[in-house]
């Protein structure tokens, strides 16, 4: 074999690095309006495919790689992440070898798709990233296209709440903006991890455009700087048109502050740019109005700027920012706080939302019930405590603890703590745990090493030291004031950033010299550490997602990587100097034009028609062309112009390429939607193009040949397994979604075709299965002629899922209703009986897997009392009552039990403990209640509930003729004509009047009762 690395070495070694910036873009930005549930899964899709991709250049490297070549030595610190990272895949691994469900916790769950699977196409950007970070320029590269990204997404995000969004979204999208992410929350919480690096770039930029200027200048434009910083955040706040003119007037000024003061023109522009991006990134986050990740940026920034700080040595900076944020902390923990003299703050917009964090609001009284079934999780089998139910089992862990309060505020089974520490100690127990802090840690002392904050050995051991003690203080100070464990999720993060920061306040006032300059891009580090900070703080407040995990693994990677040592002229490498490259960042610009473009042209939506659209996308075309021209600028016209053309040809040929194939439908292969074909090749485009842009060295041969026969084999063994592992979920949900649409068109001769293609695509999923079933079960019930094998085949379907899911509740409930609704169709009481005692016996399947869900034990109730075990039912309402007293519907189905015995008088007080709850169908309760006073003898009291009645419904014809009738019976003769002529009025056609109005007749003959 030839020492020289060959071409094809150099083009997979671009190809990782292509990987990385591509999964960056698509991550976040895409989303699949064709699918079923558009977001998560489909994000997750596309992050293993190309982690298969790069696992495959990597292999295909390391055939090529010269024999001569080393491998580069690693410090002490880098072994330690290596191996701290190993241990954390392998205790996800020792986890899902224990889980309650192992295929759920390889492949993930429905909702999420988390499992270890996932875990492992993270962990392969961040050993990429580890290993494969060398050089300044790929570090800014990556940057570059992590910052480029949030500026549409951003975007996106003020759209929506400026009510211009054109998609066909449901829910309140408005109040609340998700963007590309599908949730408020979620949209927040990836974008607080861009702020922190556009600030950097922003900080970089200005600081190198007023260097020029003499001091007193500098910090007055420097103060002005953030002043119009501010300003856009306004400015993108008040409409799309105001932030669209900020744009301009911000880039124009700071090019005219560098024509007037001779600065550079590159570093003025590139203010300007990250200036426009970073206003824009904070009133998105604003437009969100999510709490966790509002405390998560607050806590990003409060440590940028100490790092900052720390960069240079300013002690007393740091001491006074560390006031600054202890008032701003009192300030939040105040208006948190009821009757608070602060609790003004309460009324104000945007701001309100950080005054009900831990208060009595319905989604922090959420939290903390789901944190109290946590810590009753883990208490239940102890041994759990140690390896965890499994990745992704926690909602299956958590049926058994499940709070019947929960239902009062939430319609849904909690599949995740909204806090990282429980997440992590329930699913991978406290090895799982160790090991993710260990990690933070690890990453944190990284940082600090490389800023200069820990210089010895002896200084790291103390800043664990630190570390730990404050995240034991915190957690005993916690116990003794709440008494339990359900706040130590807080607790741990808490205590681990007092521990941070008290260090690096120690570590500053101990080194007071003031050296001649920073470390080169220590910056950059102090973003990227403000980035995991941030994360981390949202993590334990919220959940992790695909973007947010993508960007924290592979962000993890440059902290190792840097903290390496190994990456080449690191210490004297420029951050303005050239490292993007027009075609390189034409590549990544057409990434996001082309995936935005699936995003959103539909066949319902016309993309020119919508002028919001037009503005997304020449917006998110013409931000980084001033990138691309700032670089230009420095070179001669010719090259300049060559520059401009390369990035406007890259975009435009690129994407032009994509619409025609997307939207022409020119691929179509029988076993692939020709959308997500479309996508998937424009990806490998993409991937290909800048691969080829990145790709540098000498001349060499194209590969060494007597190992090329391997390539095909890897080649077409990733393709099968992208394909089969990763797209075909995807296409179930794209046949789900088709499935239901024709459904609710009842077109049900292409709907059901559908489900079952959906069901084959995706087999051992419960969600598809069950809506096969429900689709068959109504396709039954219209069709007498093959309602007995509609059913046969539905129960068939879900009896499979209950033997692959022996845990989830849902089949079993399903099969409960189903074979009630069955019962309803027999033709003899020896089948329906049958039926029905089938019917009881899933619903007491349910019940046991998950014994507080209260409408899985109403179902049961019901059964029983259709079998007329009515002792029993009796027995299952009462239980569900001794679990939760404020279950309203629990009371209305034992008042018709009692109604049922005739026990009025129980029947009477049922109904009135249901009506004072809050009933969702008042009317129903307010009628029977009307019957059972009436039975009672309690005729003003029958007559008030029917009056209700009316009022909610003045068309009931129930309550018209009970009236009618109770009058009669009070000897109201006046007020039972009245009512009756009430009646004839609204009901013109009841033929139920004629004999009321013949009974009135005969009692009352003195009144007027004709038409």
């Not at 030291?465 to 706040?487: A, E, I, Q, Y």
């Not at 006032?509 to 980035?531: E, G, I």
């Not at 900070?533 to 960007?551: C, D, P, Q």
Request: net charge positive; glycine share 8%; proline share 5%.
């Amino acid at each position: 074999m030839t020492n020289a690395p060959s071409r094809l070495y150099r083009w997979c070694t671009a190809g990782m690095e292509a990987g990385w910036l591509v999964v960056l873009v698509v991550a976040p930005l895409f989303f699949n309006l064709y699918s079923q549930r558009s977001f998560e899964p489909d994000k997750v899709a596309w992050v293993r495919s190309l982690a298969w991709v790069v696992a495959l250049m990597w292999g295909i490297r390391w055939l090529e790689a010269p024999r001569d070549t080393g491998t580069p030595r690693f410090g002490r610190g880098l072994r330690a992440v290596g191996w701290l990272v190993l241990l954390l895949f392998a205790g996800q691994v020792l986890s899902t070898a224990f889980s309650i469900a192992p295929r759920l916790s390889v492949w993930g769950s429905f909702e999420r798709q988390q499992g270890l699977y996932t875990t492992a196409a993270y962990l392969v950007f961040f050993v990429a990233v580890w290993r494969h970070l060398r050089t300044p320029a790929q570090l800014q590269r990556l940057v570059t296209a992590a910052v480029l990204v949030s500026f549409p997404i951003a975007i996106y995000g003020v759209l929506q709440h400026f009510g211009t969004d054109p998609l066909p979204w449901h829910g309140e999208f408005v109040r609340r903006v998700p963007s590309t992410m599908g949730n408020a929350i979620f949209a927040s919480a990836f974008l607080i991890l861009t702020v922190p690096l556009g600030l950097y770039r922003l900080q970089e930029a200005a600081r190198a455009s007023l260097d020029v200027l003499p001091r007193w200048w500098r910090r007055g434009m420097g103060s002005g700087a953030v002043l119009l910083l501010v300003l856009g955040v306004v400015a993108w706040m008040q409409t799309p048109r105001g932030g669209t003119l900020f744009l301009l007037l911000t880039i124009g000024g700071w090019g005219g502050l560098a024509f007037l003061t001779g600065a550079s023109l590159r570093t003025a522009l590139h203010a300007g740019v990250y200036t426009v991006v970073v206003a824009a990134q904070l009133a998105a986050i604003v437009f969100t109005q999510s709490r966790g990740p509002f405390l998560g940026l607050m806590a990003g920034l409060f440590f940028f700027a100490v790092f900052a700080a720390a960069v240079y040595q300013r002690w007393k900076t740091i001491l006074a920012i560390t006031s600054a944020g202890v008032v701003l902390g009192a300030v939040v923990v105040l208006i948190n706080v009821p009757g608070s003299p602060l609790s003004f703050v309460q009324e104000m917009p945007y701001v309100s939302r950080l005054t009900d964090v831990l208060s009595t609001s319905k989604t922090a009284q959420v939290r903390m019930l789901v944190w109290e079934g946590s810590v009753d999780t883990i208490n239940a089998h102890p041994w759990r405590a140690l390896v965890g139910y499994g990745p992704e089992a926690f909602g299956l862990a958590f049926h058994p603890h499940y709070d019947p309060a929960l239902a009062h505020f939430e319609n849904r089974h909690p599949d995740r703590a909204h806090n990282e520490f429980f997440d992590a100690l329930v699913m991978t127990g406290g090895i799982g745990a160790l090991l993710f802090y260990g990690l933070l840690l690890l990453l944190l002392g990284t940082a600090l090493r490389f800023l200069g904050l820990i210089a010895t050995r002896h200084q790291g051991i103390a800043f664990g030291g630190t570390c730990l003690v404050g995240m034991g203080g915190v957690v005993w100070l916690f116990r003794l004031l709440d008494g339990g464990w359900r706040f130590v999720g807080l607790a741990v993060p808490l205590g681990l950033l007092v521990g941070l920061l008290v260090f690096v306040i120690v570590q500053a006032v101990r080194q007071r010299r003031l050296p001649l300059a920073p470390p080169p891009l220590a910056l950059l580090v102090v973003a990227v550490t403000a980035l995991l900070i941030g994360h981390m703080v949202e993590l334990h407040f919220s959940l992790a997602i695909t973007a947010t995990r993508t960007y924290f693994w592979i962000f993890a990677g440059v902290l190792a990587a840097v903290g390496s040592g190994t990456m080449a002229g690191f210490a004297t490498a420029h951050p303005h100097e050239k490292l993007n490259g027009s075609g390189l960042l034409g590549g990544l610009v057409a990434l996001m034009l082309g995936t935005l473009v699936y995003n959103f042209w539909l066949p319902s939506v016309d993309l020119f028609a919508q002028t919001s659209l037009v503005w997304l996308f020449a917006l998110t075309a013409l931000v980084p062309a001033v990138l691309v021209f700032d670089e230009a600028v420095a070179e001669p016209l010719r090259t300049a112009m060559r520059s401009l053309g390369w990035y406007a040809g890259t975009v435009g040929i690129a994407v032009l390429v994509f619409t025609l194939a997307y939207r022409g439908r020119w691929l179509r292969v029988e076993a692939l939607d020709p959308a997500l074909l479309a996508y998937a090749l424009f990806l490998v485009l993409i991937l290909g193009l800048l691969a080829v842009r990145l790709t540098q060295g000498p001349e060499a041969r194209l590969a060494h040949q007597f190992r090329v026969w391997a390539y095909p084999l890897l080649i077409g063994v990733v393709m099968v397994a992208i394909y089969y592992l990763n797209l075909r979920p995807i296409q179930a949900d794209v046949y789900l979604q088709q499935a239901r649409i024709l459904q609710r068109q009842n077109n049900m001769a292409h709907a059901m075709p559908a489900y079952r293609k959906a069901v084959a695509l995706s087999p051992a999923s419960h969600f598809y299965g069950i809506q096969l079933s429900r689709a068959l079960v109504q396709q039954a019930r219209a069709n007498p002629q093959g309602r007995e094998a509609g059913f046969q085949e539905a129960a068939g379907v879900l009896r499979h899922l209950n033997d692959l899911h022996p845990l989830h509740p849902d089949p079993p409930a399903n099969l409960g209703r189903l074979y009630r609704g069955w019962a309803g169709y027999a033709d003899n009481d020896t089948t329906r009986r049958a039926r029905l005692e089938q019917a009881a016996h899933f619903a007491a399947e349910a019940v046991a897997r998950s014994p507080g869900k209260m409408d899985l034990r109403h179902t049961w109730g019901q059964v029983l009392v259709d079998l007329e075990r009515l002792d029993e039912a009796r027995t299952v309402f009462e239980q569900t009552l001794a679990l939760d007293s404020m279950a309203g519907p629990t009371y209305r189905y034992l008042g018709d039990l009692h109604r049922m015995q005739q026990q009025w008088a129980e029947a009477a007080r049922s109904y009135e403990h249901a009506l004072t709850l809050a009933p969702r169908d008042p009317i129903s309760i307010h009628s029977a209640l009307g019957f059972v006073y009436g039975q009672q003898g309690r005729l003003e009291g029958a007559i008030r509930q029917n009056q209700q009645v009316l009022a909610l419904n003045p068309a009931d014809a129930p309550s018209h003729r009970n009236l009618i009738v109770l009058y009669e019976r009070m000897g109201a003769c006046h007020l039972a004509a009245q009512q009756l002529r009430m009646a004839r009025a609204v009901l013109a056609d009841d033929e139920g009047l004629a004999p009321l109005a013949a009974q009135v007749a005969a009692t009352c003959p003195d009144q007027e009762i004709s038409d």
